[in-house]
């Protein structure tokens, strides 16, 4: 059997996802990035063949905030690391009656209304635009369901993801409007993470996790921290056998990907070469790097 095309698989969430049955060779690492520092070390392990990489998307202790978290550094630390694939798993409340607590969403569209977070590698010097029209990796999300519906966890087939600045939750005019949207989650994390994920030329699934009825919900109108903790505890479990059972899929799986993430940027860069920043061309190469020495 040929090696699955997979290199390292990250994932980003919770500190509490790393702990998983078998996992060996585990350590912390300290990782720089041209965009500064990750939220945290990331955690090495080995599951069976596989390494994966995992990044507390809040630093450990959940130390900060959505709109301080440096997205760029994250996505770029595990590029650097040699991830192609990677499982985002984040709390979000349920916009819909029929997603209630404890419902994982396989994600597969955002609206994004954040405006406080840098959304880009890319710059002056060196402009990009990559497509964002399918957010998300098809071939990664099918494992995802796939490892779901064996575990009979309550799940849905795809669902939009409205990614909000935070970090106070919405008020119940916004809620409403957000449903009035067709929007069926809403959290604070995602976006701009799944942007630079596909500027990466990353693989990226989310997995949103219902912790709450927004505050729509007639029975919800006051989400409490203390609520939305209870339900996130019931979802630990469940969240690491989806990690081992993910890292078992993907490692059988030997068909090359045909998803397209990880030729995101073959028309993307705009900027003509002759015109392109020396010191962006050197700050993008663990981004970019394939195509930047491709296009000279």
Request: with cysteine; charged share 15%; proline share 6%.
């Amino acid at each position: 059997m040929s090696a699955p095309p997979t290199g390292r698989i990250g994932i980003i969430g919770g500190s509490g996802l790393y702990d998983l049955p078998g996992l060996t060779d585990t350590r912390w690492v300290a990782v720089d990035t041209p965009w500064g520092a990750p939220s945290d070390e990331l955690f090495f392990g080995r599951l069976g063949e596989v390494e994966l990489v995992f990044l507390p998307r809040h630093g450990r202790g959940h130390r900060v905030p959505p709109s301080e978290v440096n997205y760029r550094a994250n996505i770029a630390a595990l590029k650097q690391m040699g991830c192609t694939d990677v499982l985002s798993l984040s709390a979000v409340g349920g916009l819909r009656a029929d997603l209630p607590p404890g419902t994982f969403v396989v994600v597969d569209q955002f609206i994004d209304r954040t405006f406080a977070r840098e959304k880009s590698f890319f710059g002056t010097g060196l402009v990009a635009h990559v497509s964002m029209a399918k957010p998300v990796c098809h071939r990664l999300g099918r494992h995802v369901l796939a490892q779901l519906a064996a575990q009979e966890v309550p799940h849905a087939d795809g669902g939009t993801y409205l990614a909000m600045e935070g970090p106070q939750f919405s008020t119940l005019a916004e809620s409403q409007m957000y449903r009035s949207w067709n929007c069926d989650v809403i959290g604070m994390t995602n976006m701009p993470e799944a942007k630079l994920a596909r500027e990466a030329e990353l693989c990226y699934a989310s997995v949103a996790m219902v912790t709450d009825f927004d505050c729509w919900h007639p029975g919800h109108d006051s989400v409490t921290v203390d609520a939305i903790i209870g339900v996130l505890l019931g979802n630990a479990a469940q969240a690491r056998q989806l990690v081992s059972g993910l890292v078992a899929q993907l490692h059988a799986d030997t068909q090359a990907p045909a998803c397209g993430c990880r030729s995101a940027l073959d028309h993307a860069l705009i900027t003509a070469p002759s015109a392109r920043s020396p010191e962006m061309i050197h700050r993008l190469q663990g981004i970019a790097g394939r195509v930047l020495q491709a296009q000279g």
